[in-house]
């Protein structure tokens, strides 16, 4: 009897560290317009091929192509562009306002406007988003004032939160915006719950549910996979795989699945996988699982391919753990230039007419700054009352609430 051979364990490692060249040639692209439209009431089990494919829109040339395309009117392309670009320059600043000090705290978007700006289009006012905090997106394309975004930034008096969140997990009830929590993946079962709640009471709305690459190794992503598959649920669950959480490439969360939206087909959920950086793609799949979930059919896992390029947050350094080449060697190129070319292309756009729109966003967005810093900083200016802390928690205080109140002299 040979004696049994030693076990040894797998841990997946990314195709490249720092100080390696970027290397994206396992990754396959289809060309744009390639990817076939479903019918909404096609069964899931006969689109399983929408899973290890891309749905893309936008070719090299600045095409919109395919069965995916002629959605949107040139007006809402161009108000699309603008969105993208306030929430480029909306981050820029607030980037900058981290490291001046006045805030603790801040996320980027950089390389993912379209994922929230193209989604939020393709939805109603009145559904509910249940997102991550990489979806600012979704208030700017909604109409929120950037100012109260600045103040909850900020924590100062006027902030609608009364300092009570950290800086980027805005809360926006009337704007279909809800409270973003730090506790990862919560947000997914909640919004499922949310949809069922929603058809329970014959509402109309629908809800939107969204989760980062590295949160779907979480339980509740799982609960709410099935909550939602036996239901049929109302509600889009989006996965935005940027390529990295945190410091840790998406192969960790992935585990062996071919693709994060391949996960869909063990509960019975159609799965879609689109172009994250493509503002025409993602407005299009959107628009497909929204009319699926307004039809009663049930709910739809979309995959966003896209890549973060920016740090995880301002206490990251993601050149400790990626290539600081990676971000231009990513293949499928970067939204805001993508949706510039095609309006080019289209002749609905123009160098002189970017440029203006670029002075007039900037403008826009110092001057929201500039009244949220009268209100007050981290460093400077009024603060919310510490008053508010015992505030908003029960309907009717208890007493042992009202003798702390009391003691602390508020």
């Not at 749905?55 to 108000?79: C, F």
């Not at 939805?123 to 600045?150: C, K, N, S, V, W």
């Not at 909850?152 to 009364?162: R, V």
């Not at 510490?386 to 003798?403: G, I, S, W």
Request: aromatic share 8%; charged share 20%.
């Amino acid at each position: 009897m040979t004696a049994p051979r030693p076990l040894s364990l797998h841990v997946p490692e990314p195709g490249c560290r720092p100080g390696d060249t970027p290397d994206f040639s396992d990754f396959e692209i289809p060309r744009a317009g390639a990817v076939r439209r479903p019918a909404i009431i096609e069964a899931p089990e006969d689109m399983r091929d929408m899973a290890f494919s891309v749905v893309r829109v936008l070719n090299k040339a600045g095409e919109a192509v395919g069965p995916w395309a002629g959605l949107l009117d040139a007006e809402a392309l161009r108000k699309g562009l603008r969105h993208m670009m306030t929430l480029r320059q909306f981050d820029e600043r607030m980037l900058k306002a981290q490291r001046q000090g006045k805030t603790s705290f801040y996320m980027q978007h950089l390389g993912e406007e379209a994922v929230s700006c193209a989604f939020r289009m393709a939805l109603e006012d009145g559904d509910m988003h249940f997102p991550t905090y990489r979806q600012a997106g979704l208030l700017i394309a909604g109409g929120y004032p950037m100012t109260d975004m600045m103040n909850q930034i900020y924590s100062n008096a006027a902030d609608p939160l009364k300092g009570r969140q950290l800086p980027v997990m805005y809360s926006a009830r009337d704007h279909g915006f809800f409270t973003i929590s730090g506790n990862l993946g919560t947000q997914f079962i909640q919004a499922v719950g949310w949809a069922m709640a929603s058809a329970i009471s014959n509402d109309t709305r629908i809800a939107a549910g969204w989760i980062g690459d590295g949160s779907t190794s979480e339980s509740d992503f799982h609960a709410a996979m099935v909550f939602a598959s036996s239901y049929k649920a109302p509600v889009i669950l989006n996965i935005v795989n940027n390529q990295w959480a945190i410091s840790t490439f998406q192969g960790m969360a992935r585990g062996g699945a071919v693709t994060f939206a391949a996960r869909g087909h063990g509960f019975g959920i159609p799965s879609i996988r689109v172009d994250g950086n493509d503002y025409l793609a993602v407005h299009a799949v959107a628009s497909w699982a929204a009319e699926r979930a307004r039809s009663g059919l049930g709910p739809t896992l979309i995959e966003h391919v896209t890549y973060r390029a920016g740090g995880h947050s301002t206490s990251d350094d993601p050149s400790a753990y990626r290539s600081k080449e990676e971000f231009s060697a990513w293949p499928l190129g970067e939204p805001i230039d993508r949706l510039k070319r095609h309006l080019v292309t289209i002749g609905e756009w123009s160098e002189e007419r970017h440029t203006q729109a670029l002075a007039e966003i900037t403008d826009e967005v110092r001057a929201c700054q500039k009244q949220a810093e009268a209100n007050g900083t981290l460093i400077s200016g009024r603060k919310p009352s510490p008053r508010a802390m015992f505030d908003d928690v029960y309907a009717q205080m208890p007493p042992h609430l009202q003798r702390q109140r009391q003691e602390a002299g508020f």
